[in-house]
Nanobody
Framework: QVQLAESGGGLVQAGGSLRLSCAAS????????MGWFRQAPGKERELVTAVSWGGSSTYYADSVKGRFTISRDNAKNTVYLQMNSLKPEETAVYYC???????????????????WGQGTQVTVSS
């Protein structure tokens, strides 16, 4: 079992940057692919980016390519999301989640993820 806790959210102006962290507990963290999702009020939770168990393979939603970077440090049981050039429409609660890295993990729906953090609010002002 994996327990996840996000941090690093906050208020930032449009064009600014934030770095989110997701700390995991449990010995099996490195066995899971990790994803970052976001959910704005009234909208469905959407996949932003995901990273393989070893960190060498990643997926990005088209809307964040070139601006967001996912990374992980298995020695620290932590996954990161660096967000640059943030836009007001990216205001949302951001969640990290863990999934078993079977076929199709890169674009897996949030419904198929196994473990979730509590989320961290990101607010981008215009």
């Amino acid at each position: 079992q994996v327990q996840l806790a996000e941090s690093g959210g906050g208020l930032v102006q449009a064009g600014g940057s934030l770095r989110l962290s997701c700390a995991a507990s449990g010995r099996t963290f490195s066995s899971y692919a990790m994803g970052w999702f976001r959910q704005a009020p009234g909208k469905e939770r959407e996949l932003v980016t995901a990273v393989s168990w070893g960190g060498s393979s990643t997926y990005y939603a088209d809307s964040v390519k070139g601006r967001f970077t996912i990374s992980r440090d298995n020695a620290k049981n932590t996954v990161y999301l660096q967000m640059n050039s943030l836009k007001p429409e990216e205001t949302a609660v951001y969640y990290c989640a863990a999934t078993i890295p079977t076929a199709g993990w890169r674009t897996r729906s949030w419904r198929e993820y196994d473990y979730w953090g509590q989320g961290t609010q990101v607010t981008v002002s215009s």
